[in-house]
């Protein structure tokens, strides 16, 4: 017989108790037992307000006989909220419960006693956890908060209402902790759409109402009408949240109720949150996003979490990695493959540069959804090998196995970084010879960054040094004039120039990039000083004679701009006298005609 049903039938002394019941109530039970109704109600007076409620509901199980209400302060919100809490198989409704064998107890806040049926009798067949709720939203759960100012009966009957869901919940809730320990139970009051969960990294949106079990609100974003949001998964919430929020699609509305330890623990959240409370929310999703790993936040990049990786290492630029790919373009699958090779050489696999940034940011065996942009995919090309076209948007799930991270530059010795930033300088011409400028300038900068602050180098160190940066210089303003990227190439032209001023090429391209953003003068004296270094110089020849001509045009230009400008001038000057004159004539004639004639003060009559 389960000893939740060995009550009535007893005499109270010999009453068992639920596991979970407290220790105060089990010594009450025996005392009341021994000395009678007296001495339970000096053991009522004892106790505290939220024992005495959680004491009601325990007090009908273990005294079959009616209660006096001078014992019993009332503490019916509570109430409520307990008896389903510790007894899931009571049906509650407004009027009252419904206890096993036929028993009835009365709940109404106009009664001070809790009556119970001397006829009761328990009953051991299983019991249903369903329970009578109203069909309307009460008014704690309407959209848009409490509407302005209440009364305290408002108050009061909000903060039942809440109590009885609170209740509810924790009666017919879903497990959804991991561990199945009833830490979070949840019940869905309005479904999702679509098929789609937040996943861990997602910014999602949402609106919440938190409560005590006793009915008492203690926060709510609808009552200061702003949506909250937060990034899933990260800890920035509670635990509770983190796995409820996991579980909701779009538009999903649903309660939680959660103890101490998925919530606030022992610290509570002082004031308004006391220690090891149960709490209750309300939470409805609005939207996720996954977190947009582009510099310029362009939203080229978006990725999501499906599954958590290892440890808080990522791969860096050069690093090996050993990844699972799938790529998608539409609901079509066009590349499914494993892979090993050094970041930042993607494209030499087959694979868009957004592959190669999303890695840098990604932890060991993690698993995540990846959305590119076409800026960040294949582009305005496309990639005839997968059929791909231009301007697609794509999809890629990505695994990383493993990878092992390249050296810093901090880790390496000054003839690493010289013999690194040679083979970075060699792949950069590579890449420039077949037309990939951009993935060129990414190892040419890893040339300069790596050898710029060196210090402390031999006289050999030093010249191996200033060749290489210069070399990278030159060819980084060249990769910038072919993307068009003017200030760019003037800002490595100048840096080439400082650690050589004559140099031809440094000139030239200066030259050409202030011929560009139309800086004629300063154009042609480059041009100028490359001829009077090297007069053979047949490319320097024509671009000087293109800037001389430009700059013509350009006093021809401002020529007929400022003479027109003048014309313009004199006219407007001509045009004003003309309207004075005829102005005057005008005024004179309306004088004449009206028979009065307009005097001057040497005309005025004295």
């Not at 039970?29 to 109704?37: L, P, R, Y």
């Not at 024992?51 to 325990?58: K, Y």
């Not at 409520?80 to 509650?92: I, K, M």
Request: proline share 5%.
């Amino acid at each position: 017989m389960s000893s939740n049903h060995r009550l009535a039938s007893q005499p109270a002394s010999a009453c068992a108790h639920p596991p979970s019941f407290p220790a105060w109530s089990r010594s009450f039970a025996k005392s009341a037992g021994s000395t009678g109704e007296a001495a339970g109600e000096v053991c009522v007076r004892s106790l505290s307000s939220f024992s005495l409620s959680l004491l009601r509901a325990q007090l009908l199980f273990c005294f079959p006989h009616p209660l006096p209400a001078r014992s019993l302060p009332p503490a019916l919100p509570l109430l409520r909220a307990q008896l389903l809490l510790y007894f899931p198989p009571l049906r509650v409704c407004s009027r009252g419960a419904s206890l096993p064998g036929g028993r009835s107890l009365s709940l109404s806040p106009l009664s001070n006693s809790l009556d119970c049926a001397r006829s009761f009798r328990p009953v051991h067949a299983p019991l249903t956890r369903r329970l009578l709720v109203p069909r309307a939203r009460p008014r704690f759960l309407q959209s848009g908060g409490s509407g302005g100012a209440m009364t305290a009966e408002e108050r009061g009957a909000e903060e039942m209402s809440a109590a009885e869901a609170a209740a509810a919940a924790a009666a017919e809730g879903l497990d959804i902790t991991a561990k199945g320990d009833g830490g979070v139970l949840k019940v869905v009051k309005k479904e999702g759409t679509g098929t789609e969960c937040p996943m861990i990294g997602d910014k999602v949106t949402v609106h919440y109402t938190g409560w005590l079990l006793d009915g008492s609100k203690f926060d709510s974003s609808r009552d200061r009408k702003d949506k909250f949001s937060f990034d899933f998964g990260k800890g920035e919430v509670i635990k509770a949240w983190d796995i409820v929020v996991g579980t909701m699609k779009i538009g999903e509305l649903c309660q939680i109720v959660c103890k101490p330890e998925y919530a606030y623990g022992s610290a509570g959240s002082p004031p308004k949150i006391p220690a090891n409370a149960t709490l209750f929310f309300e939470i409805e999703l609005f939207e996720f996003k996954g977190k947009d790993l582009t510099d310029d936040e362009d939203g080229g990049i978006i990725r999501r979490i499906r599954k958590k990786g290892e440890g808080y290492s990522k791969p860096n630029e050069g690093a090996l990695v050993e990844v699972e790919i799938e790529g998608r373009h539409g609901d079509r699958v066009f590349d499914k493959r494993e892979l090993r090779f050094e970041v930042g050489e993607a494209e030499n696999y087959d694979l868009p540069p957004g592959v190669d940034k999303t890695l840098q940011k990604m932890e060991k065996l993690e698993e995540a959804v990846v959305y590119l942009k076409p800026s960040y995919g294949f582009g305005s090309v496309g990639k005839p090998k997968f059929q791909i076209p231009p301007d697609a948007d794509l999809q890629y799930e990505i695994k990383l196995k493993t990878f092992e991270k390249a050296k810093e530059p901090w880790e390496m010795n000054t003839q690493e970084k010289l013999e690194q930033g040679a083979i970075a300088k060699e792949k950069g011409t590579q890449y420039f010879k077949e037309g990939k400028y951009k993935r060129a300038t990414l190892q040419y900068k890893k040339t300069v960054s790596w050898l710029e602050h060196e210090t402390g180098l031999s006289d050999m160190e030093k010249s191996q040094s200033r060749n290489l940066r210069l070399a990278a210089h030159l060819n980084l303003a060249m990769c910038h004039l072919k993307l068009k990227e003017y200030s760019q190439v003037l800002e490595n032209c100048n840096k080439a120039l400082e650690l050589d001023s004559n140099n031809e090429k440094g000139l030239f391209r200066r030259g050409e990039a202030r011929l560009a953003v139309n800086d004629f003068e300063l154009a042609r004296a480059d041009f100028q000083k490359v001829l009077q270094l090297y007069p053979s110089n047949k490319a320097a020849k024509a671009q000087l004679l293109i800037s001389q001509q430009k700059i013509r045009e350009q006093h021809e230009r401002e020529k007929k701009m400022y003479a027109n400008m003048f014309q313009r001038l004199a006219d407007k000057e001509v045009k004003l006298e003309s309207d004075a004159g005829c102005k005057e004539e005008a005024d004179t004639k309306d004088g004449k005609q009206n028979g009065v004639e307009e005097k001057t003060e040497v005309d005025i009559e004295i």
